[in-house]
């Protein structure tokens, strides 16, 4: 299995950092999710595209990290400790500085009932796992595209 963008380095070469056009922006993405692995594995795809991520496991931790990192979206889980996902949207949408981040649910939770209630809980969006790592990465460019022509 490969992950999408990366090459095989020759022997003696040195990765080189992504390259940002002058015009591209630089997000800042959290991604909260309990799975640590799960967690791990977007953060490394997200950072491929150029952008800086940070990861929370549970729900306290997203929410105080959202306040300091101030990422421009985050997606996060709906089933942590803590504070569930649900709960943390709630509160990162009553903060001044939390009305501008794009909020994702990304979770096993598929039902009816939980897209609706991740609507009231002030995300954006809700994604079903198992995602599609270029839907989830086309999702994430419209959202911050959206962003950047709003503000």
Known sequence: MRLPGLSLLKVGESPRPPTVAASERIYRILVADDNVD?????????????????????????????????PHAAFVDIGMPQLNGY????????QPWGESIRLVALTGWGQDDNKRQA????????LTKP????????????LLADQREAG
């Open 131 to 142: 995602v599609d790592p270029n839907d989830l990465v086309a999702l994430l460019q419209r």
């Open 38 to 70: 799960a967690a791990e594995t977007l953060s490394i795809l997200l950072q491929m595209d150029g952008d800086e991520v940070r990861t929370a496991d549970n729900g306290a931790d997203a929410f105080d990290l959202a306040g300091t990192f101030r």
């Open 119 to 126: 609507q009231e809980s002030g995300f954006d969006h809700h």
């Open 87 to 94: 709960e943390v949207a709630q509160l990162v949408c009553q």
